[in-house]
C-alpha cells in the first residue's frame, strides 16, 4: 500500500515537472548535415581559444566560427571520435591513431603524434573515444586501452577488461568498466572504490562534481551521489524520469544547472534552485532525441552533439520561448500569463493552456486581438466581441465587434477601446458591462489615447488622425482630421504612442506632436533624433518600450532623456512578426510578445552588451587574404566578420566600403565584394545598438592592377610603343627622303610644264599677232567695201544721172555725149566688184555659216540680201548691188521675212544684228 501512495505521489509530482517542461523553452538553432555538409554523428564538441566551435563528426573535423562552415579528414580518412583543445592546438582521436591540428594561413592542419609508432596491436581495433589531461600528462583512452603523453613520449597502459569511459575528478582518475562497476586508478593500479558494488553491471557514461558531491550518471540506473563518506542513490524525483531516459552524458553548468543528454528524451535542463526542469526533445524544437555530446561556449550556452546533426541551445540567454509546433493555435496575437499557465488570444480563438495542454474556451472561436489586464480581470477583445476572463470563467461584455486595442487614460481610470466601428469608452473599470460610444466617429479605430481632459486622440486603421473634443459625459462636441490640418499627404498607418504623459505620433517613419496653439502637428526632435526609421513602436510600462527599426526589434529603455538600446536578435523572431499587430504584456520583471507560433518572453532588466571584439579573416579563390595584402583584378573577395558570439549579445554589424556615406548591414557575418576596381580598399565594420554606430575593425587591401596593366605587359606595351615609334620614325624618314625625291620630280616637272607654258604663251602671242594682223586685215577688206560701196553708190547715182540726162537732153549728140562722159566718170571695172564681193564674203563668213545652220532653207541670194541688210544698207543701195530694182528689193525683203518666220512688228535689220 505504501509502495502504491509512493508511486500516486512520485506521478503526481512528475506530471507537476512535466508541466514545467512543457512551457518556456530556450532558444534552439539546429544545424543539420545539409548546413555543415558532414557526416550524421558528431561525438564531441570543444570551443576553440579562436572562439570557433570544433566538431568531431565520424570522418570529418568540423570547424564553425559563426559565419561559415569548414571541415577536414585525416590523411589516413580514418573516423574522429574524440577531441580536446588546448591553446591553440586541437587533440583528436581517431581509429589506431591521435594527434593535433593547428590552424595557419586560414586552414586547419594536421600533425599525427603516433606516425611510425607501432602503438595499437595488429589484431585490435581501437578508437580513441575520450581525450583528457591528468597530472600535467594527456590522456588518449580507447575501450581497452589508455595512452598517456607527456609531450615527449607515450606511455600505455592496458586494462584487463573493457572500460566505457576515464573520468578525471579533482586528484582522482576513474576507470568506468562495463560489467565490473567503476575502478579508482593510482599509477599503473586499479581498484574498486569501497562501497560503489551498485555501480556493478552498469554502464556510466558521466562522473561529475557539484557542491563538493560527486554524482555518477548511469546508463541505466540513474544517477547516484558520492559525499565522501557513502554512495547513495540521488534524491531527487527527477532521478526516476532518467532511469527510463538512458543517459549518456551529463554536464553542470553556471547558474546552478544540470544538463543532461539522453538516449531518447532529448536534452533535460534542471534547474538545482527550484528542481523544475525543461525537456528540449523532437516533440518540441530538437532534431532527434539521441544526444552523443554536450560542450559548452564562453557564453556558457549548449552546443549538443546530436545522432544526427548538432544543435546549438541558449541555455544562458533571457530569452525563452514558447513553441506551438501543433498548430493549434495559429498565428498569436495576444498572450498574457494566468495563475496556471497562459491565456492566449490568437487567429483560430481564445485558448488557455495548462498542464501541458491546449484548450480553447467555448464560443470564442474565430479572431482574437487583445489582451488588457483591467482590476484583476482580462479583457480580451475579439471579433465577436469583447469578453472577460475571471477565475477561469469566460463572460461576454459587448457584442460590438472587433476590440482592437484597450487604453487606459493618462488622467483617470477611463479605458477607452478602438474598435471595428469606432471607441468605446468605460469610465468605470469596475463595471465594464456599462460603456459608451464616441459619435461623429463611425469607422475603423486602431488606436486611442488621452492625456487632456474632454480630448482624446484615434488613429483610423487605414489613414488618418482625429483629434475629438468631447464634454464631460463623453459627448462628441468637434472631430478634426488633424493629418489634413496639417497638410501630411501620407497619414497611412498611423501610430500613437504615450510617453510619460506626452502623446506622439509615428506617422511616416517620423515623429510628431501637436501644438495646441497653431493646431497642427510639429515634429518631435527627441525622438525624430533619437529614433529614425522606426516603423512600430511599442509601450511597455512608463520607462520602457519597444521599437521596429528596419526590421529588428530593440528593447529601449528610457533614463531621463537617455535612451539605452538593447538590440533583440533578429534569428528570434526572424518571419514570425505579425505586422501593426504586435502586443506587449508585462507581467513582473518579464514582458511577452507575440509571434506567429508563439511568444517570446524577455527580461525587462536585459541589457546586451554587444561584444565589440570581432575578428576578419577575407578570402579570394579559397586563399586567406591578410590585412594590407593584395588580391588579383576581377576576382571575388569574401570577408568572415567573426565575433566569436553566437547567443543573444551576438553583435548587429553593419560596414562601409572605402568610407562612403551609407552603412550596409553584414548578413550571417559574410561581405561579398565583386567587380572591384584597381587600387586601395577599405573596409570599416561598425557595431549598431539602434542609436549609433561604433567603429569595432577594419581591414584593408590593394586590388592589382589587370593583367594587361602588369608589369611585363607594360614592359611589353613600351616596348610595342617603342618599335612602333621606331618603325614610324624609319618610315616617316623613308616618306621624307621620297617626299624629296617627289619635291625633285615635282620641280622638274613643273620647270618642264613653265617651259612648255613659256612656249604655249608664246604661241598664243604669235597667235595674238596673227589675229591683230588678221583684224588689220579685216579692217582694211572691210575699208576696201566700204569703199566698193561707195563706188556701186556712185555707179547707182551715175545711172540716175544718164537717165535724167536721157530725159532732159534732146540733141543726140550732146546726148551721146554726156552719157559718155558720165559712164567715163563713174565707170566701175570688173575687177573691182569681183574684188568687193570676194572681201564681203571673208568680212561676214560666220555669220553666213550661222544663219546657214539657223536656216538651211535659204538661198545664196537671201544669204547676200542678209549680209546687205546687217550692214544696214538701204533698199536704194541694196538695188545696185543686186542688180535688181528698189521694188525687187521690197519684195525680196518680204519673202527673207517669211523664211525667217518673222512677224510684222520685228526688224529685220535688227533681227539680224542680233545674230
Known sequence: MKSILYKFIFFFFITSLQIQAQELLPFVENYSKSDYQGDNQVWNVAQGNDDAMYFANNHYLLRYDGVKWEKYTLPNKTIIRSILIEGDKI???????????????????????????????????????????FNGSLYFQSFNDVFIYNGKSIRKIKFPFLISYCFAVDQNLYVASVQDGIFKMNGKYIANPKGWNVLKHTVVHAIEKYKGKTYIFTQKKGV????????????????????????????????????????NRGIVILDLKTNQYKNIERDNVLMNNSILSLGFDKENDLWIGLDNGLAHVEVNSPISFFYDNSGILGSVYSVATVDKGYLIASNHGIFEYSAGKFNMIPNTQGQGWNISLINGKY???HNDGTFSYENNTLSKINGISGGWNMSKSSINNTYFQSTYSGILVYDDPSNLSHYKIIKDLAKPIKYVAQNKKNEIWAADNYRGLYRV???????????????QQSKIQNDFGIKIFEFRKEILFLINNSW?????????????DLFNQNFKNVTDVISIDEDHFMVLQNGILYHIYAEGNKFIWNIIQEKYYKGKLINENLRVFKKDKDYLFNLDDGFISLKLEYENRQNSKVEIEAFSDNQLIPNDSKIKFNTELRINVISGIYGASKPNLFYKINKEKDFIPISDGLIILNNLGS?????????????TYDKVSEYKFRVTEPWYFSFWMVSLYLLIIGAVLFFYYKWNKLRYMQKLKLQAEELKHQREILEMELKKENELNIQEYEKHILELELQTKSSEVAGKSLSIAKQSEMIEKIQGILESEKDFSRLKSEIKKAIKINEVNKHEWE?????????????????????????????????????????????PLMNISFRGVELHRYRLRKKLNLTQEENLSKFLLTL
Not at 94 to 114: A, L, P, V
Not at 475 to 481: A, G, I, M, Q, S
Not at 514 to 520: E, H, P, Q, R, V
Request: proline share 2%; net charge neutral; hydrophobic share 35%.
Open 91 to 133: 587533440y583528436s582521436g581517431s581509429y589506431k591513431e591521435f594527434g593535433y591540428w593547428y590552424r595557419k594561413d586560414g586552414k586547419m592542419h594536421y600533425f599525427s603524434i603516433t606516425k611510425n609508432l607501432r602503438l595499437f596491436d595488429e589484431r585490435d581495433n581501437e578508437e580513441i573515444w575520450k581525450i583528457f589531461r
Open 224 to 263: 547516484f551521489v558520492f559525499d565522501g563518506v557513502s554512495l547513495k542513490n540521488w534524491d531527487n524525483p527527477i532521478n526516476e524520469v532518467l532511469k527510463s531516459a538512458t543517459i549518456n552524458v551529463a554536464k553542470f553548468i553556471k547558474g546552478e544547472k544540470l544538463i543532461i543528454g539522453t538516449g
Open 379 to 381: 479583457i480580451i477583445g
Open 469 to 483: 473634443l468631447l464634454d464631460d459625459n463623453y459627448n462628441t462636441l468637434k472631430v478634426e482630421n488633424v493629418t
Open 512 to 524: 510628431y506632436t501637436y501644438n495646441s496653439i497653431s493646431n497642427k502637428l510639429e515634429e518631435n
Open 679 to 691: 587600387g586601395y580598399h577599405s573596409i570599416e565594420i561598425f557595431k549598431h545598438d539602434g542609436a
Open 835 to 879: 574684188t568687193f564681193e570676194t572681201n564681203l564674203n571673208q568680212i561676214h563668213n560666220e555669220f553666213i555659216i550661222n544663219l546657214s545652220k539657223k536656216y538651211p532653207h535659204l538661198t545664196p541670194k537671201d544669204l547676200k540680201l542678209c549680209v546687205y541688210l546687217k550692214m544696214n544698207l538701204s533698199s536704194k543701195e541694196i538695188a
